[in-house]
């Protein structure tokens, strides 16, 4: 089956770093996503892999190791406005776009 | 640019009654999306269209349909709402279908009773 695992909520404080992470086992793979959402808003874009590596944009940044099905979002020098949930979303072999259940970002002063 | 827009904002419904959420985006996307989002749950697509005069279902597409009569509009209809449908609705469009971001409407907060 099709399954994106990600941890339901992390606590972190203001000016760190955090790491969240997303596992995944897919009938085929075509890309990552993962998107930001906060509370009563809809979801926004932040990054997309496709390739294995790294992917840096500004304070975040995005990992893939398709090999291994896993994938992270680095969020660095935290503010209170990066509490958030933040969805890990894939494509499958069929272009099926497939979501998680987004992990709840706490940033504490 | 407005984007991507939905109405109603939100919505109170009686169990039996038919509703139409109506989505209308003006970047000139070829797909669209509808999905729903319910606490503790991903997102779930509901029906999806690769350009203009196709739909196609998602995971979760029972109890609803959709029609793309035009590229910028994609409604969405509950023919016979059912309390299991009270969700948060979001609608979404891409360029394409493939590896395109999609950019999402603010969303429909529907309540059936």
């Known amino acids: 089956g099709q399954n994106i695992d990600q941890p339901t909520e992390m606590t972190a404080t203001e000016g760190a770093i955090v790491q969240i992470n997303c596992t995944y086992q897919?009938?085929?793979?075509?890309?990552l996503f993962w998107y930001q959402q906060h509370a009563g808003e809809a979801p926004t874009f932040l990054s997309y892999n496709v390739l294995d590596g790294l992917e840096e944009k500004g304070r975040f940044s995005s990992f893939l190791s398709r090999s291994k099905g896993y994938s992270y979002l680095l969020l660095k020098e935290l503010q209170i406005k990066d509490s958030a949930s933040y969805i890990c979303?894939?494509?499958?072999?069929?272009?099926?776009?497939?979501w998680g259940a987004g992990t709840k970002l706490i940033i504490k002063p | 640019t407005a984007g991507i827009t939905q109405a109603p904002t939100s919505q109170i419904l009686a169990a039996g009654r038919s509703m139409t959420l109506r989505c209308t985006q003006d970047m000139r996307h070829n797909a669209m999306y509808w999905y729903r989002q319910d606490l503790g749950l991903g997102l779930r697509l509901i029906h999806y269209s690769n350009t203009a005069g196709t739909t196609g279902k998602g995971e979760v597409p029972d109890g609803y349909s959709v029609s793309r009569a035009n590229t910028d509009d994609f409604p969405l209809t509950l023919a016979s709402a059912v309390p299991s449908q009270t969700s948060v609705y979001f609608c979404?469009?891409?360029?394409?279908?493939?590896?395109?971001?999609?950019?999402f409407g603010p969303g429909t907060r529907l309540t059936v009773l």
């Open positions: 979404a469009s891409s360029a394409g279908l493939g590896g395109d971001e999609q950019f």
């Open positions: 897919t009938s085929g793979f075509n890309g």
């Open positions: 979303s894939l494509f499958d072999s069929n272009y099926q776009l497939i």
